[in-house]
């Protein structure tokens, strides 16, 4: 096994570690696994806090700071935090104002933050909800009662998170993550299988001169598996499956995201290609972000996601932005 640790149990704790010594603006609690933006609680704003299995970097702590997430909780790799972690994320940046739980369709990441959602409630704490479910590739997977929640993960907590910082209500902040998720979808590709720090090995079998098509972020099964296909026929095949789901009759934001092992320079390439099928089926592009945003530890392979926005989302996609993993605008 060649990977940059030092075992597989402090991995988790050695990554936050770091991740305070090079973000000062963050209070990173090691012990207790959550990260906080430095000037939380922000009078008379609504707090964001999401959260799920480590192994998704910069998701979710990446995205935490001004205009985006108020908090995170890191759980260990590929396994939902727990619920106390949840409720001290919201306590440590509650201003009064309520907190809204950005949470993917994951089943433990569900259960976990319904529960933290009563404790947080019983505690005096304002909670929304809203899941995202924007993968189209599969209805059910090992991990899933319906669609799986990847990219537009991102989309929800950037739009919400502008909105919060511009003091938006909880109603309002809620009710915009849960349009960005209904506009949005999402289809991956699977070039090579990951490796858990405490498996060592891949952690399933994808043949050479193989992909994965339709693959999850945590490397479940999609919706079947070729030859190795051109970077042109994979974005033919992504995102006309996500076309086949949705018809934008708006501009689309577009995220092209690496799962984690494929460089920039495919990135951008294969960029190219998403953008000439976009073109081909009359789909206008209002912005388009490349890079490894959610991934899965090592996979090599992508994911292509479209969210249709009117002229407010794009306005809040726009808004400023301070984060490790994300910012523009400051």
Not at 19 to 35: C, G, Q, W
Not at 46 to 60: D, N, Q, R, T, Y
Request: proline residues 5%.
């Amino acid at each position: 096994m060649r990977m940059l640790i030092n075992v597989a149990e402090t991995v988790v704790a050695d990554a936050l570690r770091g991740m305070a010594a090079a973000h000062p603006e963050l209070t990173v609690d090691v012990e207790n696994r959550v990260i906080v933006r430095r000037d939380a609680p922000v009078a008379g704003r609504v707090a964001l806090v999401s959260g799920g299995g480590s192994g998704h970097e910069p998701l979710h702590g990446g995205f935490v700071g001004p205009g985006m997430l108020s908090a995170a909780c890191p759980g260990e790799v590929f396994t939902s935090p727990v619920p106390d972690q949840m409720v001290r994320a919201a306590a440590a940046v509650d201003s009064g104002a309520g907190v809204l739980f950005i949470v993917k369709n994951y089943t433990g990441d569900v259960l976990n933050f319904d529960m933290a959602a009563e404790l947080a409630e019983d505690e005096g704490i304002r909670v929304a909800k809203v899941l995202v479910d924007d993968d189209v590739a599969v209805t059910d997977s090992l991990y899933t009662a319906g669609r799986r929640g990847t990219g537009a993960t991102l989309f929800v907590e950037k739009i919400a998170g502008a909105a919060a910082e511009e003091g938006q209500p909880l109603e309002r902040v809620e009710a915009l993550a849960r349009q960005v998720n209904e506009r949005s979808r999402s289809f991956g590709v699977a070039l090579s299988a990951c490796t858990t720090p405490a498996k060592g090995s891949p952690t399933f079998d994808l043949p050479a001169g193989e992909l994965e098509l339709g693959v999850g972020i945590h490397g479940e099964p999609g919706r079947e598996r070729r030859p190795m296909m051109t970077s042109g026929e994979i974005a033919d095949f992504a995102v006309q499956a996500i076309l086949d789901d949705i018809t934008p009759r708006n501009p689309v934001l577009v995220l092209v995201n690496g799962m984690g092992a494929t460089p920039l320079l495919e990135l951008y390439g294969f960029n190219a290609e998403v953008q000439r099928v976009l073109a081909q089926r009359g789909v206008v592009v209002a912005h388009t972000l490349v890079g490894n945003y959610v991934t899965s530890l090592d996979m090599a392979g992508a994911s292509v996601t479209l969210c249709e926005v009117d002229e407010e989302l794009l306005r809040l996609w726009n808004a400023p932005v301070k984060t490790a993993g994300l910012r523009w605008g400051v």
